[in-house]
């Protein structure tokens, strides 16, 4: 698979407008772009840190998957995401070596990334996201 | 404190060999170094992808910060450190800010890099290290 760098960091928030305010007046990240992904039933915002990008991710819905982790977990750290090239090959490789994938075709996430996440049952407990800007 | 990109992300893991196994053969990463921290009671293991690290934290006492963490949540991720410069100016001012630090001067940590710990209380959930690389 060879991923290139962390393209981001997924981070459960319960208040998106809170999380930015700590993330810029903080940290000094520049909040960049607010974008929903009705998919995923979230509000997102992108922060960049060298090659790599903060998402904080707000649920939409109690239902949705963040609503759900927030509720059995807390806020925090949600999923790593990895850049890759040939997503479609790479979810094949990694079938064949056994792990476990939530998506086997991928679909498209934030930033109009093609995106799959693989089980953290098969990622010792880590969410993980494989994404490719084509 | 504009950090210039993530340093490395920690990740709890119940058993470095069975993970490090995980993160080359279906990653693709190389395991580069394994380093006991004493002092944090965890075997670490270290990968290199774009800027940033993947460190994997093995406890080695059931009563370390990992030991403790692993048993309350399972295994997964743990904390990501920003690589800052002037460390004790970005935690002075993050206190002024109204930021609770678990660490209030720095320490030696993997790679004898000056670490300190900001309270996941004050960061949404995040525990969030800063390090420096002096």
Redesign the interface.
């Known amino acids: ?6 393209e981001h ?1 997924g ?4 208040s998106l407008d ?2 930015i305010t ?1 993330y810029e ?5 520049k909040c960049y772009a607010i974008e929903e992904v009705k998919d995923q039933k979230v509000r997102t915002a992108f922060f960049v ?4 990008k903060i998402e904080l991710l707000e649920s939409t819905d109690p239902e949705g998957p963040v609503g759900k982790f927030i509720d059995k ?8 995401a ?2 890759v090239e040939n997503i479609e090959d790479c979810l094949r490789e ?1 079938e064949e ?1 056994g ?1 476990r994938l939530i998506d086997k075709i991928p679909r498209k996430g934030a930033e109009g990334l093609d995106i799959a996440f693989l089980h ?1 049952k098969s ?4 969410l993980t996201e494989l994404c490719e800007k084509k």
Request: hydrophobic share 45%; no cysteine.
């Open positions: 698979m060879n991923p290139s760098h962390i960091i981070i459960a928030v319960k809170d999380a700590y007046n903080v940290l000094g990240l840190v060298g090659q790599t977990n807390g806020e925090g750290l949600h999923h790593i990895f850049a990694t070596k792990i953290p990622t010792f407990g880590v």
